[in-house]
Every structure is written in structure tokens, then in C-alpha cells.
């Protein structure tokens, strides 16, 4: 009887290793998968393919970190402002365990930085809010400490400068006083910086074109905003939303010409 059930349990264990074994030769085809649906601008259908593969393993990387910026580009524009907290609050849990495994990986910290950036548009909380803030800019700069190349870090750090100095002097007073030993030194020069290492990099990343032409606009420079935008509007249409941000961008720079 014992040597019957010993024989079982081998057989489960074999069994089980084998279906692992089967799933893991699976992960392939599914990156394929994923990467087809977003050529296609079906982010919705990518990010349920990359929650498949982090069941089969749920310490990917590359899975953690799409679908951190996947739950953040389809949470944007879920309508009803509790589902769109739900889903940023999945994208910081993803970027979490993101950085909880590969603590070496600059990916990690910009995920985690990217996930601190959406949480700040639904938290209500003041104190939240604020530490949001402050850790976009902190894991922004542990994963450019860890590759200062990564453009899409850049891209975040580059944006945090633009938007902190882009605060009414109301906003910039309230963080200012909660923001845990002052708010860093900011200024429209710092986030140009930051966004041209992204366009290095990211040359097809529409927004990050935006959000330069907007910093050079409103650091008294015009003529480097207009040809950023001329950039920007001829760009190709990568993700769901760069139809819009190319209308932006066109409508930004019928008003500087």
C-alpha cells in the first residue's frame, strides 16, 4: 500500500512537471501574441495575454513591466473613475513585484515610477498624493542610476520636471509643505534634458514629443516647439492614442505658426 502510494505521488509530480514544462514552451508564442495585438491597437487583448503568461510565470520581467504600462494606457480611458483606480492600483502591483524580483533591473523602477505617476491622478489623499509624487521621482532615478539610457524612464523623469513646474503657485505651496525635505529643483530646461534623451531613444513615442514641445513652448522657445510638433504630426500611429495626441500636436502648432 505504501509503495502504491509513493507510486502516485511520483506520478503527480512527474504529471505536474510536465504540464509546466508544456506551459513554459508556451511563453514564446504568447509574447507573439501579445506583441500582434498591439501592433493591432488591441492593448486590451495584449494586456489579458501578458496576465496568461505571468500565471505560467509570474516572475517575467518583460511581463511585469507591460503589463504595468498596459493596465496604466487602458486605465486611462476606462470611463467610470473606481474601475480606473482598480486598474492603476493592478499596474502598481505589477511594477511592484516588478522591483520586489528584479531589484538589479532599471525596467523595475521606471514601471514602478510609471505606476506612481497614474496613481497620482486618482488619489484622494493628501498625504498619498504626495508620497505618489515623490516616488515617481524616486524610482525614476533608480532606474536611470541603473541605465541612463532607458528612454522611457527618461521619458517619466522628463515629465515629472515638466509638471512640477508646470503647478500653479497654489499647488506648488501645498506640496511644498508636505513634500518630505522640499520639493527637488525643477525647471523646464531640466525636463528639455530628459525628453531628448527619450527622443534618442523612443523615436516613435508620441507623447513624449508632446510633452517636449510643450516644455520648450513654456520655457520661451518657440521655434524648437514648432519643430518638435512638425515631428510629432508626422509620426505613425503606434498605440490608441496617438491619433489624438497627433491632433493635439497639430493643434499646438497651427496656433505657433
Not at 106 to 118: G, I, Q, V
Not at 222 to 238: F, N, T
Request: charged fraction near 20%.
Amino acid at each position: 500500500m505504501k509503495k502504491i502510494r509513493i507510486f502516485s505521488t511520483a506520478i503527480f509530480l512527474l504529471a505536474a512537471l510536465f504540464v509546466q514544462y508544456a506551459a513554459a514552451q508556451n511563453l514564446p508564442l504568447l509574447f507573439k501574441q501579445a506583441t500582434n495585438a498591439e501592433i493591432n491597437l488591441n492593448e486590451q487583448q495584449a494586456l489579458d495575454i501578458y496576465k496568461k503568461i505571468l500565471v505560467i510565470a509570474p516572475d517575467n520581467l518583460n511581463a511585469l513591466v507591460k503589463a504595468t504600462e498596459l493596465s496604466c494606457s487602458t486605465g486611462e480611458r476606462l470611463p467610470i473613475a473606481n474601475d480606473k483606480r482598480i486598474t492603476f492600483q493592478s499596474a502598481l502591483a505589477y511594477a511592484q513585484r516588478a522591483v520586489a524580483t528584479h531589484p538589479e533591473a532599471a525596467e523595475s523602477y521606471y514601471a514602478l515610477a510609471l505606476a506612481s505617476a497614474k496613481m497620482t491622478e486618482v488619489e484622494k489623499d493628501r498625504k498619498l498624493l504626495v508620497q505618489y509624487v515623490k516616488d515617481i521621482k524616486t524610482n525614476a532615478d533608480k532606474a536611470l542610476n541603473i541605465n541612463p539610457n532607458l528612454g522611457m524612464a527618461n521619458f517619466v523623469e522628463g515629465r515629472w520636471h515638466y509638471e512640477m513646474n508646470n503647478l500653479n503657485w497654489a499647488k506648488k505651496l501645498a506640496l511644498k509643505t508636505m513634500y518630505p525635505g522640499g520639493i527637488p529643483p525643477t525647471s523646464y530646461d531640466s525636463a528639455i534634458v530628459y525628453l531628448e534623451k527619450c527622443r534618442q531613444t523612443q523615436p516613435y513615442y508620441v507623447m513624449n514629443y508632446l510633452i517636449l514641445a510643450k516644455s520648450y513652448q513654456a520655457n520661451n522657445n518657440p521655434s524648437k516647439a514648432i519643430e518638435v510638433l512638425k515631428q510629432l504630426v508626422k509620426l505613425p500611429v503606434r498605440t490608441p492614442d496617438d491619433a489624438a495626441l497627433k491632433t493635439e500636436g497639430q493643434k499646438m502648432l497651427d496656433s505657433l505658426e
